[in-house]
């Protein structure tokens, strides 16, 4: 693959409207300030700017009996800032990113938050409003864009990988920070070639340490492997007929799994002056397709069909003995949560949200048939044991909506043994918002199962956010320590754990 032939596919993609100038576009939606609610709304504490530049915390108000040997840092990304100049953003995803580290030291526990400083954030902080678009947002008076790195908010995730430490978003590049004072660096350029080709924000690591990812551009899906010391191996770009958006994907011992819902990009729609969201178009009527390829030969694919459904995220997959393929992801009838659901977020209008189901899916290669099992149960966000990724794992643990919840989001955690096919719960009390808990075995060679799950939740109640630690074998009897932050963060995505 070389450049010129890169570039001439994304350019066929969403890039090539970017450079279409507005001659329609969508009226700013309400500033922070603006947005009603108050007492009655509290979940907006969620989803409100942060107006420093930085947070620090030396030393947060701890409770519970936090476990001295749990030492490393607890990186979290997030969309932070959501307004400028009286103009808010439309799209929950637009917000710039924002990483936090929570650094945990023998019992205690210090935060730092720091703003990805991406040339989207550098230009927009100068011209003190929202000058550039951003996925779900196209305002009158943005400049247009020239390639996706112009609107990456570097807000989705974060990675480290041969030593370095990388803020990443879907649809460009990694962002590289300092992992001590989360200074940023600049942008990862993985082969000259590769320059501002998209890193998307799911790495998947494999037992030998090496990393997978990929990204989309265009009609083309780059594939990429890097050695465990942070080298690149391998990229190439794959052709793939009407790519849609793809967020995650899935490994196992010897296959890529991407799923690929009906939801397409039209660039006429671009043209036109819609954003990069209202651009693509759900077809109700195609199915979810199904990509699996060689980690050997690329070229070596297959494709199966699933009924119509939208994902963000993939749990785990692995194959077993004869060639059969198992794998688990969050499934939505429909790509409503991100078209409706994560707009009304942000004006305070959300009334009920669209929730995944857990799948179970089987792929047959000798037949090409697929088979889809759906669990009961409001969930996203799976977490897994990290050293079990592309294996038969035991333990899954989601994020929950469970029972009457009061606010967007979720309000429990659920760890579900595959093995005795049984569950635990728990969940948190009135106006408790949870996000993403990872799992953390207690040792690098604890059996699976002998693990932390630490997270964040938002307390809409007290207005802080706090850090939660759970035994994950009795996650029913509650967090055994809790990390008070003295202010709240937005919510935010997905974590990473570095232990030290």
């Known amino acids: 693959m070389n450049r010129r032939e890169l570039l001439q596919q994304m350019l066929m993609g969403s890039a090539a409207a970017m450079l279409v100038p507005m001659s329609l576009a969508r009226a700013a939606g309400k500033s922070d300030s603006m947005i009603g609610g108050g007492s009655a709304k509290p979940w907006l504490l969620g989803y409100q700017s942060v107006q420093q530049n930085s947070l620090s915390s030396d030393s947060l108000r701890v409770s519970g009996r936090w476990p001295a040997a749990l030492q490393g840092s607890f990186y979290r990304n997030m969309p932070a800032r959501f307004e400028r100049g009286g103009q808010r953003y439309q799209h929950w995803f637009d917000g710039d990113g924002m990483l936090q580290a929570f650094r945990l030291n023998g019992g205690s526990v210090a935060h730092h938050g720091r703003f990805i400083e991406t040339h989207k954030f550098r230009v927009d902080e100068r011209a003190g409003r929202l000058l550039t678009p951003a996925f779900g947002t196209r305002l009158a008076g943005m400049e247009a864009v020239s390639a996706p790195d112009d609107m990456n908010v570097a807000n989705v995730s974060v990675t480290w990988h041969g030593e370095r430490l990388m803020s990443l978003w879907d649809a460009g590049s990694a962002w590289e920070l300092d992992p001590r004072t989360l200074d940023t660096i600049g942008p990862v350029t993985w082969r000259d070639d590769l320059q501002g080709v998209p890193f998307s924000a799911h790495p998947r690591k494999d037992p030998d340490g090496s990393l997978w990812n990929f990204g989309a551009a265009g ?13 690149l191996k391998k990229a190439e770009g794959i052709p793939v007929p009407d790519l849609p958006m793809v967020h995650d994907f ?36 195609q199915p979810m397709r199904i990509l699996t390829m060689d980690k050997n030969d690329w070229s070596k694919q297959r494709w199966y069909e699933l009924p119509p459904g939208f994902v963000f995220h ?187």
């Open 219 to 231: 009609q083309m899906l780059v594939i990429y492997h890097i050695a465990a010391d942070g080298t």
């Open 250 to 285: 899935a490994v196992t011992e010897r296959h890529l799994i991407f799923l690929l819902p009906p939801m397409v990009m039209e660039v006429d729609r671009y043209a036109a002056g819609h954003s990069v969201l209202d651009s693509y178009q759900w077809h109700a009527d």
């Open 314 to 500: 993939l749990g785990n997959a692995w194959e077993e003995a004869g060639g059969t393929i198992r794998f688990d992801y969050l499934r939505y009838a429909d790509a409503r949560v991100l078209t409706e659901s994560f707009r009304e977020v942000m004006t305070g209008d959300y009334v009920d949200g669209h929730h995944a189901q857990l799948a179970q899916v089987t792929l047959y290669p000798d037949s090409g048939r697929a088979e889809q099992a759906l669990l009961p149960g409001n969930c996203e966000f799976p977490t897994l044991d990290p050293r079990a990724i592309g294996q038969r794992q035991r333990y899954l643990v989601l994020a929950e909506a469970t029972g009457d919840i009061s606010h967007p989001g979720f309000n429990a955690l659920r760890r579900i043994d595959l093995n005795r096919q049984n569950e635990q719960h728990y969940r948190f009390d009135e106006g408790i918002i949870v996000e993403e808990h990872l799992v953390i075995p207690k040792t690098t060679d604890a059996p699976e199962g002998e693990a932390w799950l630490l997270g964040t939740v938002l307390d809409t109640k007290a207005g802080i956010t706090r850090l939660t630690l759970f035994d994950a074998a009795h996650l029913q009897d509650g967090p055994i320590a809790q990390a008070a932050l003295p202010y709240s963060l937005p919510l935010g995505f997905h974590g990473h754990f570095v232990r030290s």
